[in-house]
């Protein structure tokens, strides 16, 4: 079964401070997608990466691919309270498919 | 702007009762997605459809059957509701992996 480790599991921090919440696997992945989720409502997608070593970059947001294909990596730069909510990360075993495997998330809340 | 629509916010009912979860999604999307969030054990699928009358089991699919008549439409039917599936359900739709989910349904089983 594969499985996705996210850390930290909760993380609070003050705004404008800089973060990172990592995603990883002893498995492999064809691609990985990252969500964030505010309370009340459904995951929303933010990016999905394909390439061993890719980096995407969403205005403060920057997302890495690990070169093996096991893990990822979201930096947050300069914190925004709008950045609070849950960071879910979740992986597709082969091109194509259809399931995801996701994992549990990270918390972040961001004080003002 | 696009849109996945779940009937319902809030529902309560009663362990026995037959339960039916609407979603609707206006993308023209082939593959729709029925997942259940729960505290510590993140999002687990349930089952999802590729097609009109089209389905597969997802990971947790005991105590559950679906529906898809129409492509824009995928039905979630707790055939004899239990307290343990007290739980928030999340309908998604996507080509081929979720890209857009509703907003949920809180369900409670009394």
């Known amino acids: 079964t594969q499985l996705l480790e996210q850390s930290p599991q909760f993380l609070s921090i003050q705004e404008g401070e800089n973060l990172t919440v990592y995603c990883n696997s002893s498995?492999?992945?064809?691609?990985l997608q990252w969500y964030r989720q505010e309370p009340g409502e459904g995951p929303v997608l933010l990016v999905t990466v394909v390439t061993g070593g890719e980096v995407k970059k969403l205005k403060r947001l920057t997302f890495q691919f690990g070169d093996a294909r096991k893990d990822s990596s979201l930096h947050i730069t300069a914190a925004q309270t709008g950045d609070t909510g849950l960071y879910l990360c979740?992986?597709?075993?082969?091109?194509?498919?259809?399931?995801?495997?996701f994992g549990k998330g990270t918390k972040l809340t961001v004080n003002p | 702007d696009v849109k996945v629509t779940q009937s319902s916010r809030y529902l309560v009912k009663r362990t026995g009762e037959k339960v039916f979860l609407e979603c609707v999604q206006d993308m023209d999307h082939e593959n729709m997605f029925w997942y259940r969030q729960d505290p510590g054990l993140g999002l687990r699928l349930i089952y999802f459809s590729y097609d009109v009358k089209m389905k597969e089991k997802g990971d947790i699919p005991e105590g559950y059957s679906v529906s898809r008549e129409k492509k824009e439409r995928f039905s979630l039917i707790l055939e004899s509701a239990s307290t343990n599936q007290t739980s928030m359900y999340l309908c998604?739709?996507?080509?081929?992996?979720?890209?857009?989910f509703g907003d949920g349904t809180r369900l409670s089983i009394l």
């Open positions: 998604a739709s996507g080509d081929p992996q979720p890209q857009h």
């Open positions: 498995s492999v992945f064809s691609s």
């Open positions: 979740a992986g597709s075993a082969r091109g194509g498919s259809e399931k995801l495997v």
